[in-house]
């Protein structure tokens, strides 16, 4: 191959992720594949005839969001993807290579797709428990229905932003501690938290009163994004009785700029937990239907160096991708392209692999200590929070980069 690419990158030619980018120098957005410390243009690729039918690519890859190429399929995504490795497998360099290459590190990144709808889940066993011991402590943490359906609730597109972008904190009622237990005042959230989560994105739209079943629930998956999903804590407790989270959480999530296309991850496909009891029959899966995703969390003090304060995996979740889509539809909602569906936090088995601040700090009562000396119970203005995920088997690597927020006051 005669690009060099780092061999820590997280953008190996296994991997070719899709995303959204403005070239140094340049305010046009266009779609580009990510590989080790550039990005290949597919616009000016398509420009240079790589993938045949130039008007026609030229015009999906200037748009500036990557649903009308995702729309496309799997069929012709995939072949643009197999051509993208072909020409970086050629044995010296091409002469169009100076024209398509560009620099990552200095260029802007963008929303990858428009998001119609945005939907959260509550997938992780560990994290579903650890707040059920934390809040219902003489009772069972889970509540009966949680080991029969994958808990989703429907929040809010509008708010949701690419890595880099800041989050204010957030304002709302909520309970003073020490205060009356039924009176709330209005304030600035004083409890702010990340939620570390994985979210996949729609590819293939389904007819409305139709349910998607289990067995196709992958084809209708196009690739996935590292996920924040940031949570007001206090706002959250006294608002989610009846009806679930609201202004807690929909005042901001944060995304992966790069989407990991399903193909590149199929090499880490894993089996996932035991479910007991069986689901039903339209969420009995079988196989490998999990991914073994490295996920690492990290806060990062205002003009301090950061701390990793959580090591996860995606392959403690509970509920698979699969069953969390097969359930989304089994009433006949449909499904969009662009729809973005997140897994909820994911808390692995030990107090190091929680991936919330709620869960490591223990709803407050144990400070987690930073590499500057400090502490944390919740987010504190001016914390940047960073997640990163990789998957590797020690030759191959396919990485997510990372999503980045700084919380405002």
């Not at 007991?276 to 301090?304: R, W």
């Amino acid at each position: 191959m005669w690009l060099h690419i780092p061999e820590d990158s997280d953008f190996s030619i296994h991997n070719l992720p899709y995303g959204i980018f403005c070239p140094p120098g340049s305010q046009q957005p266009r779609a580009g594949i990510a590989v080790g410390d550039h990005i290949i243009d597919l616009l000016a690729a398509a420009d240079t005839g790589m993938f045949g039918k130039r008007r026609f690519f030229a015009g999906i890859f200037a748009q500036p969001v990557l649903n009308d190429f995702i729309a496309l399929g799997k069929p012709v995504t995939g072949k643009i993807r197999k051509k993208v490795q072909a020409w970086l497998k050629m044995p010296e360099r091409p002469a169009n290579a100076d024209i398509i290459l560009c620099d990552r590190i200095s260029s802007a990144m963008m929303m990858p797709v428009r998001i119609p709808n945005y939907t959260d889940f509550y997938s992780s066993m560990e994290h579903a428990s650890n707040v059920g011991k934390m809040f219902r402590p003489d009772g069972n943490p889970l509540l009966p229905n949680w080991k029969w359906i994958p808990v989703g609730y429907h929040g809010r597109a509008s708010s949701i932003v690419v890595s880099g972008t800041p989050v204010r904190r957030p304002s709302g009622q909520i309970l003073l501690p020490g205060g009356n237990p039924d009176t709330p005042v209005y304030s600035k959230s004083r409890q702010m938290d990340f939620e570390l989560e994985m979210a996949f994105i729609i590819g293939k739209e389904s007819s409305l009163g139709e349910p998607v079943p289990i067995e196709k629930a992958e084809e209708y998956i196009f690739g996935l994004v590292l996920f924040n999903d940031w949570s007001a804590r206090d706002i959250q407790r006294w608002e989610y009785v009846p009806l679930g989270p609201f202004l807690g959480k929909n005042f901001g999530s944060s995304v992966s700029p790069w989407i990991i296309p399903t193909e590149a991850l199929r090499p880490f496909l894993v089996k996932g937990p035991k479910q007991n009891p069986a689901p039903l029959d339209y969420l009995k899966t079988s196989g490998k239907k999990h991914y073994d995703i490295h996920l690492e969390v990290a806060v990062k003090p205002q003009g301090g160096s950061e701390t990793v304060v959580s090591r996860s995996n995606t392959k403690y979740l509970y509920w698979s991708m699969a069953q969390q889509l097969a359930h989304h539809t089994v009433n006949g909602c449909n499904l969009q392209v662009g729809d973005m569906l997140a897994s909820g936090t994911i808390s692995g088995p030990v107090a190091g692999s929680y991936g919330s601040m709620l869960e490591l700090s223990w709803a407050g009562k144990q400070p987690v200590p930073l590499e500057d000396g400090s502490t944390r119970t919740f987010l504190q203005d001016g914390d940047t929070v960073v997640m990163r995920a990789w998957s590797s088997d020690g030759e191959v690597r396919v990485g997510f980069g990372e999503v980045s927020g700084t919380l405002l006051p």
